[in-house]
């Protein structure tokens, strides 16, 4: 209240304090009683005291805080959305295409309503007597691409009507009339393959095919565009055939991994002989006799080449190379988008690149899968021609697996360092040994780094974790080993594997091991959501920071964070962002129905984390938190608060609006019950 309004109500002031309004001790001594219980009453007058019961029923404990006008309730919500729902054209909207007064009112109830879902259906959907789903879809089905074609075109008719190989046996359409009488309809005019390489791969099978098909279903080509792309490798690391094939047969020579494996059975064979000498020994100096002549066998078997050369001797056949004579990686001060499994791909990396990522690294890929040449594993270690700086990351738990998938990495893909995912917590990759099992099991670890150092011409890395039990942190220990194990660089995760995300990263504890670790780079990871975590956090004298779901909440986190800024993104921006997803999906996995679906897949994964982004103008008080929930609110317009959602079905719609409509068949089976849509 204003000093105006507290003189005009002075003379009440024995209404409250029952004194003499004359008493000047009670004036001064009463006067903030007063203003509080005039204040009270005012409020009473306005109404305002409704307005804030109202606020306290929405705003929760561990919810984001939010502007009050804002706010809203889960129902309201989902009705609002419901009823502005305009098909899967979608209904682009700019935050100034609104009125003022639309922009005021927000928060009310819309005209029409209609229910999120029927009660009958609700149980078809898996949510018996309203309880929430919760877990883990841990045996969710993979639909095959292939389902959403009732019938294909034959590769031969696509490929400028080459001879089929199969003749009467295809079972594939060879009629192209009779193909595209079938087909499903186009999702749009322009395919962007065609506009930007001058050809599209996938002919009349591709959805965008009306913008380069001739009415004789021949597909049109652009000279020029082919032309200014000839010779152009956009993506590397990909499985040639007859490497796959010698992979299955198992021809493939590992001669530096058995150079080293062989000193891993020397050195045990050596031990147990040593040891058989002390047991068999008697007072007599029999024990000497045997040792000496362990020692010889040994010395003699030493002496032997390990394989048989042919050809002229070079200098990598006698000389091994040393540490600083590999390639190097300038890793200090970099911003590292952290290996994700699923949402991690390559179209993602790529979009974080043009929003300022320093460092890409590929998905965790199994050790085994690549030793038995799986193609769907060996798609991970793919590199688009604008990460400068990618690494992959692998896992295992043995020394010969690890060893052997190092030197294959080494002579067939094309990466600047090879990471070691010693911090997966997952229970089927913990159980085996691996992932944060290695942590637990020191003299595997030491051989695993050694065999792979011994492999490479690359740097190797470790990514870990504080430990494996919550309140009994290891790496401290650890980390000094691995110093000598000659790592070039180390990646620490401010969690243990119980913890998971329960609590927030220990900070405090990366600081203590980033001045164990040095002169080796540390990398700090963990609860990095604004630019504001990231000064913070390279304030604990870290070499650079990894950022992994705050990549995945809002992947131009890495442009906030070099420009030092709170980008206030707009639902266009963000619609765009998607868009360049799409496209760049739609290029690394096809533009035909497959293609599409599969890129609808990975970006309905992306949404479930993208949703939990709350725009910079709505909160009250900046920057978000990632372990605050955002609560139910109304955006700027109708397209903020479509990507405010947490439904899954509002998923399919974001992506109906970039991507057409799903097929009949679609169902959508995220890693999370609660999300999920059928």
């Known amino acids: 209240m204003s000093e105006m309004n507290l003189k005009e109500a002075e003379p009440i002031h024995c209404q409250y304090t029952r004194t003499s309004p004359n008493c000047c001790t009670c004036l001064s001594s009463c006067r903030g009683i007063v203003a509080a219980l005039v204040r009270r009453d005012l409020e009473k007058a306005c109404g305002m005291e409704e307005t804030v019961e109202k606020k306290t029923d929405v705003v929760v404990k561990g919810d984001a805080a939010l502007k009050t006008q804002f ?18 054209k979608g209904h682009k909207t700019s935050d100034n295409d609104k009125p003022e007064e639309e922009k005021e009112t927000s928060v009310e109830e819309p005209e029409t309503k209609k229910f999120k879902v029927d009660p009958e259906e609700r149980n078809k959907v898996g949510k018996p007597d309203g309880k929430r789903i919760r877990g883990q879809n841990k045996s969710r089905p993979h639909t095959k691409p292939n389902a959403f074609d009732e019938k294909r075109l034959c590769p031969s008719v696509i490929q400028d009507n080459k001879e089929c190989t199969y003749g009467d046996k295809c079972i594939f359409l060879h009629d192209a009339a009779e193909y595209m009488g079938s087909k499903l309809a186009d999702i749009g005019e322009s395919c962007y393959l065609y506009d930007t390489f001058g050809k599209c791969a996938y002919g009349l099978s591709c959805r965008y095919a009306k913008a380069h098909t001739t009415p004789d279903f021949k597909t049109m080509e652009n000279a020029e565009l082919i032309k200014a792309n000839e010779g152009r490798e956009t993506v590397k690391n990909s499985l040639k055939k007859e490497l796959q094939n010698q992979l299955r047969k198992r021809s493939v020579a590992f001669k530096k991994s058995e150079e080293y494996l062989k000193t891993l059975v020397n050195n045990k064979d050596k031990t147990q002989q040593l040891g058989n000498a002390v047991v068999s020994a008697d007072p007599t100096g029999e024990e000497q006799r045997v040792s000496t002549e362990a020692e010889t066998q040994q010395a003699s078997q030493d002496k032997q080449p390990p394989v048989k050369t042919i050809g002229p001797l070079t200098d990598e056949d006698v000389i091994k190379l040393r540490q600083c004579e590999k390639k190097q990686v300038d890793f200090q001060d970099k911003l590292y988008l952290a290996p994700l499994t699923t949402c991690g791909n390559l179209p993602f990396r790529r979009l974080c690149k043009r929003f300022g990522a320093d460092i890409t690294c590929g998905e965790m890929a199994m050790c085994t899968n690549l030793l038995q040449g799986q193609q769907s594993e060996w798609a991970l ?12 990351q692998v896992e295992g738990c043995f020394p010969d697996t690890m060893t052997r998938c190092a030197e294959l990495i080494n002579n067939n893909a094309d990466v600047d360092f090879v990471d070691i995912n010693s911090g997966c917590p997952i229970d089927l990759v913990y159980k085996k040994g691996g992932g944060c099992g290695l942590m637990t099991r020191n003299r595997k670890f030491e051989q695993i780094i050694k065999g792979m150092n011994h492999v490479l011409d690359v740097p190797l890395t470790v990514k870990i974790r504080t430990g494996v039990q919550e309140k009994c942190n290891i790496a401290h220990k650890l980390i000094p080993e691995m110093k000598k194990w000659d790592v070039s660089m180390i990646t620490l995760h401010g969690r243990s594997r119980e913890q998971r995300y329960t609590k927030l990263a220990d900070w405090d504890y990366i600081t203590t091991c980033s001045k164990l670790a040095s002169p080796v780079p540390l990398f700090g990871n963990g609860d990095i959501l604004s630019y504001e975590d990231a000064m913070k956090a390279k304030e604990t004298g870290v070499s650079g920071i990894m950022i992994a779901r705050g990549a995945l909440i809002k992947p131009w986190i890495f442009t906030e964070i070099k420009e030092s800024r709170h980008w206030d993104i707009s639902s266009n921006e963000r619609l765009d962002v998607l868009r360049d997803f799409s496209n760049f999906g739609l290029e690394h996995w096809g533009s035909d129905t497959r293609g599409v679906e599969k890129t609808r897949t990975f970006m309905l ?71 999920a849509y059928k």
Not at 71 to 88: A, M, N, Q, R, Y
Not at 622 to 639: A, C, D, H, S, W
Not at 647 to 662: F, K, N, Q, T
Request: net charge positive.
């Open 71 to 88: 706010l809203t309730t889960k129902d309201k919500f989902h009705e609002f959305v419901d009823s502005g729902w305009k098909g899967p």
């Open 381 to 392: 270690l793919k590199r688009h021609e604008s990460e400068d700086v990618f690494g992959v």
């Open 605 to 675: 994964e992306w949404l479930s984390f993208m949703c939990r982004y709350i725009p910079v103008g709505l909160l009250e008080r900046v920057p978000q938190k990632i372990n605050e929930r955002p609560p139910f609110y109304m955006g700027r317009n109708y397209l903020e608060s479509l990507m405010a959602s947490q439904h899954a079905g509002d998923w399919i719609r974001i992506s109906e609006m970039l991507l057409g409509p799903v097929p009949k068949n679609f169902i959508f089976l995220p890693k999370h019950k609660a999300n």
